[in-house]
């Protein structure tokens, strides 16, 4: 298996501009976790789906921020506007029910 | 919910022993550690489960305490390659958060030749 596949790998955009950030799971994975790492806030859940089905999304920041799950092999987290505060690194995980999470490589995301 | 890991650091030489600790004030369901490298993503270690457990890997091996909340997880005879820093993830005992993990603010491990 691929593992988990984010893509991109790093995107650099202007503050306003709309982020697309996307995520393959491990097929057969039943949970999909979107995080973001800062070194002030460490790793923060930003929304989970079970099924595809949004479980929680207490996480998101803003409304700025939106996640979709149209299928079990294919997610996206989408920040309108960006904005600086939002640079971090996203990374994607996903696992079966009880067992360890597998990561993706993460998008390193800078906002000017 | 968000677990307490301590210490913040550790600086080993190759050979010593660490040990990390993570407390929850929440009942857990199960606790997991993982290990990131600089740069790199989380890399799964072990879960353990309520039960109080001990599990093994090569020569890093956790432990879960349920009655206090607390996981360690135990380091020997260290290696260059287990540099990195470590999160433990907790899972509050089964309810509206199935599934999903909290985790610790990680300890860094450093380990010099």
């Known amino acids: 298996d691929a593992g988990v596949i984010q893509s991109p790998r790093h995107e650099v955009t202007e503050m306003g501009q709309e982020v697309t950030l996307r995520c393959k799971p491990i097929s057969g994975h039943d949970y999909l976790f979107w995080y973001r790492q800062t070194m002030m806030r460490g790793l923060e859940l930003l929304i989970y789906f079970n099924n595809n089905v949004p479980i929680d999304d207490s996480g998101m920041p803003e409304d700025r921020f939106s996640a979709k799950m149209p299928n079990a092999s294919f997610s996206t987290l989408k920040i309108q506007p960006s904005e600086p505060r939002d640079s971090a690194v996203y990374f994607c995980?996903?696992?079966?029910?009880?067992?360890?999470?597998?990561f993706g490589s993460g998008t390193r995301l800078t906002v000017v | 919910q968000q677990p307490v890991q301590s210490p913040q650091a550790v600086i080993l030489r190759e050979g010593e022993d660490a040990v990390i600790n993570c407390s929850s004030s929440?009942?857990?369901?199960?606790v997991h550690w993982y290990r990131q490298k600089h740069g790199e993503a989380p890399v799964f270690l072990m879960i353990l489960l309520k039960g109080g457990e001990q599990k093994g890997h090569e020569k890093i091996s956790a432990s879960f305490n349920e009655k206090k909340q607390q996981s360690s997880l135990y380091l020997t005879a260290s290696q260059l390659s287990y540099s990195g820093t470590y999160f433990c993830?907790?899972?509050?005992?089964?309810?509206?958060?199935?599934?999903?993990?909290?985790f610790g603010r990680g300890t860094q491990l450093t380990v010099w030749p």
């Open positions: 993830g907790t899972e509050l005992d089964r309810g509206s958060t199935l599934g999903r993990l909290y």
């Open positions: 995980a996903s696992s079966l029910a009880g067992r360890g999470y597998t």
């Open positions: 929440k009942a857990l369901y199960s």
